[in-house]
């Protein structure tokens, strides 16, 4: 079964506009991460944020963690055509030998 | 360094066929996961091997098998294939430090006819 749940699932904006997208989980995590996939091909890690971590920035990527609430979101600032994609959190859970346990995905779509 | 490489990419087999899937990870990294993707059912996780060794399980029946071997080069097996069994295989490596950022393949893309 999932452990993240990406909200919403599918996101259409314009190009330069932000993209939020959240993404809620279960169970006590040591990590949760963002993966980006393009078209069915494999995912490309995006950012971490570990559970003592409250938010983490990398470029255009903001990622926050809300451990009292378990979830989380993502950021992508000034979006590009380039950016659409597929995006997925997965979390690391606590005591799970370090198998991640992705969300179903959501689909983003940046309109140039 | 170049990345995690799969082969085959894309496979067509017929149900009770068997297959296997070849998965070569970044140099240097011992850790070779495998999920299957889907439509219905997402990203899943199948198996984890470190240094030939099998350190985690997904919830897959017995007819999904996998090994890893000195080189760290890792196969996955799937017997007696079902329809359900099409789906994207990913495979991903880590490495030794920095373990929790794991890095994809391009995938597997298996059709079962």
């Known amino acids: 079964s999932q452990q993240g749940e990406e909200d919403p699932q599918a996101l259409s904006i314009q190009e330069g506009e932000n993209a939020t997208m959240n993404c809620s989980y279960k169970?006590?995590?040591?990590?949760l991460q963002w993966y980006r996939q393009n078209s069915g091909r494999g995912l490309v890690h995006l950012i971490l944020i570990r559970s003592n971590e409250r938010e983490k920035h990398s470029g255009r990527l903001r990622v926050t963690l809300d451990t009292s609430k378990k979830s989380s979101s993502l950021l992508i600032t000034a979006s590009r055509a380039a950016d659409t994609a597929s995006y997925f959190c997965a979390t690391e859970i606590q005591g799970g030998s370090e198998k991640l346990v992705f969300g179903k995905g959501m689909k983003l779509t940046v309109n140039p | 360094k170049a990345g995690v490489t799969q082969t085959p990419r894309y496979l067509i087999k017929t149900r009770g066929q068997q297959v296997t899937l070849s998965c070569s990870p970044i140099?240097?990294?011992?850790?070779v996961s495998w999920y299957q993707q889907t439509p219905g059912q997402g990203l899943q996780f199948l198996f984890e091997?470190?240094?030939?060794?099998?350190?985690n399980k997904g919830n897959f029946p017995g007819r999904f098998s996998g090994r890893q071997f000195s080189n760290s080069r890792s196969e996955m097996n799937v017997s007696t294939l079902e329809l359900g069994d099409s789906a994207l295989y990913l495979c991903?490596?880590?490495?030794?430090?920095?373990?929790?950022?794991?890095?994809f393949g391009p995938g597997t893309r298996l059709l079962v006819l």
């Open positions: 991903a490596s880590r490495p030794d430090r920095g373990r929790e950022t794991q890095y």
């Open positions: 140099s240097g990294h011992r850790s």
């Open positions: 169970t006590s995590i040591n990590n």
């Open positions: 091997y470190f240094s030939e060794t099998q350190r």
